[in-house]
């Protein structure tokens, strides 16, 4: 039987395989909006009014129903079969429907007052907050869509399928790529602005994210025939568990819709450049913290549902070192080449140089947080597993308020920029927070052990800094230019070099998390590729 580290390496690999090619197709999708759109008031008011079904969706959808829902269908699945919970699987997805259809409708009769408070300040630009009304209303119904993905998405998670879910969000990126590049032009015909492809592409990848999954679910004998039965102990138990969830799981939800509403009063472009900033930062959080996440929690609340806590002491060490890895390598290279990411990416078209300065400021400020974000993802679902509703709820609502406070505070002297170095001073503060707390829950989580790997990897990334900086430099003096192969060499020379400094240096200091990642890809090019 394999070691816990390699199984959770390998969960997490899956997941990870996945999530890269969802969060570069999102890279692809930014850029596309990048190109046609740049940062100016029809960008501003299509984030903005994202944001709003957006938010909604993390905290009920994905955040605090994922984390309710799948260690109580996972107790389920373990204790009782396949067949107690598929009952409770159906219970939920009928009350999902119901309760986001009707807040997806409160939404869409509401949007002009929604909108007026979110973002006040777009009434100095004549049509802006009509223009962000109308497709508030449009992206609204894209919630219940993205509810039923997220149920889907923890069953098969449950069930050890940690590929197809976590491509599902890919679906949604192509589907609204192609709605992008082929009806932007038809816009103008029909008498509607040529933003509203983008909002019609979000819909149409709701509906691709539900329909990638459900093959995958049909095969492992689930079938939907709508019930609703609140007498089921298990659905009480989720439900009873949402309420907090909502607010213990919102920390990053919350303070990026601070950070939008804050960033209406900017001026035009600020919305957008947080927005793009951010999808950059997407994908470390996505590979290296969501994937990870995704890993662990399953496996956690099997053994809790067993009464292991030494199993879960170990998976959770396991899971912070291998986010420690890969977090803080990517937040030292996001760092430092944030501009030439940033320009290679979205300087095209409509997206100026002066966007490129704007958004890669915010990049940098946004990676301060990224170990925290990825921190708090890991161990805040965990406190739902062992039936810990308050601690996470009190260490959510004081990060939203040291976000609150640090952004009022810092946007007063840095502009925009101070909202995303808020928020990260936020995600740094609650992940400590919940990682700490967690520990003291389980008796000890291997904080010898991670505190080992914390400062081998702090030496292996500086190292790594070292050479990114040399490369680039050097690359600079030698390929100049802004051509877009000159843009590509130069950026894969020093990426190239940091992973490889890396991957050195991992070797040299001997860290245990390297050896896992290592050997999950040696399995993956070995000689069971399709496993």
């Not at 598929?86 to 509401?110: D, E, K, S």
């Not at 069953?155 to 709605?179: G, K, Q, R």
Request: charged residues 10%; proline residues 5%.
């Amino acid at each position: 039987m394999a070691d816990p580290g390699g199984r959770l390496a390998r969960s997490a690999g899956l997941a990870g395989a996945a999530t890269l090619v969802s969060r570069l197709l999102g890279l692809v999708r930014e850029t596309l909006l990048a190109a046609y759109f740049g940062a100016g008031n029809q960008m501003d008011a299509y984030f903005v009014a994202f944001r709003i079904p957006n938010l909604v969706r993390d905290l009920f959808a994905e955040g605090a129903m994922s984390a309710a829902f799948v260690p109580t269908f996972t107790r389920h699945l373990t204790l009782h079969g396949r067949a107690d919970a598929w009952r409770l699987g159906v219970n939920l997805l009928t009350a999902l429907v119901l309760a986001t259809g009707g807040l997806a409708l409160a939404g869409m009769i509401f949007a002009p007052a929604i909108v007026g408070v979110y973002a006040a300040d777009f009434s100095a630009v004549p049509g802006k907050t009509d223009l962000t009304i109308w497709l508030t209303r449009v992206m609204l119904p894209f919630l219940p869509m993205a509810a039923l993905a997220a149920a889907a998405m923890g069953m098969l998670n449950s069930l050890h399928h940690y590929f197809v879910p976590a491509l599902s969000p890919a679906t949604f990126n192509v589907a609204s790529i192609l709605c992008v590049v082929l009806l932007t032009p038809l816009m103008p015909s029909l008498g509607w602005p040529a933003i509203m492809a983008a909002a019609i592409g979000v819909l149409a990848g709701g509906l691709a994210q539900i329909a990638v999954q459900w093959p995958a679910l049909a095969r492992e004998g689930f079938r939907y025939r709508p019930r609703l039965d609140f007498a089921d102990p298990g659905l009480r138990r989720v439900l009873l568990l949402m309420g907090p969830g909502t607010i213990g799981l919102a920390a990053t939800q919350l303070n990026l819709f601070v950070n939008t509403l804050l960033a209406t009063s900017q001026g035009t472009g600020a919305p957008s450049w947080l927005s793009y900033a951010f999808r950059l930062m997407y994908l470390p959080i996505g590979l290296f913290g969501v994937s990870i996440a995704t890993a662990v929690l399953p496996t956690a609340a099997r053994h809790l549902a067993t009464g292991d806590r030494a199993a879960v002491r170990v998976t959770l060490s396991r899971g912070l070192g291998l986010m420690l890895l890969l977090n803080v390598p990517a937040t030292i290279g996001l760092v430092v080449l944030a501009t030439p990411i940033v320009r290679l990416l979205f300087e095209r078209g409509q997206f100026l140089p002066s966007d490129t300065v704007e958004t890669a400021a915010i990049v940098q400020c946004y990676a301060v947080g990224l170990v925290g974000y990825a921190a708090a993802r890991i161990a805040s679902p965990v406190f739902y597993a062992l039936g810990q509703h308050r601690l996470p709820v009190l260490v959510s609502s004081a990060s939203v308020g040291i976000n609150v406070a640090a952004s009022l505070l810092l946007v007063t002297f840095m502009g925009v920029r101070g909202l995303a170095l808020g928020t990260s001073i936020a995600a740094l503060a609650h992940g400590a927070s919940a990682v700490w707390l967690l520990r003291r829950r389980l008796g000890g989580i291997g904080g010898t052990r991670i505190a080992s790997t914390f400062g081998r990897v702090i030496v292996a990334s500086a190292a790594m800094a070292g050479v990114v900086a040399a490369i680039h430099s050097w690359s600079l003096s030698t390929l100049p230019g802004g051509s877009l192969a000159a843009q590509v060499v130069r950026l894969g020379l020093s990426i190239g070099a940091g992973i490889a400094t890396l991957a050195v240096s991992a070797r040299l200091l001997r860290i245990e998390e390297f050896d896992d990642a290592l050997g999950w890809l040696r399995e993956r090019l070995g000689s069971n590729p399709a496993g």
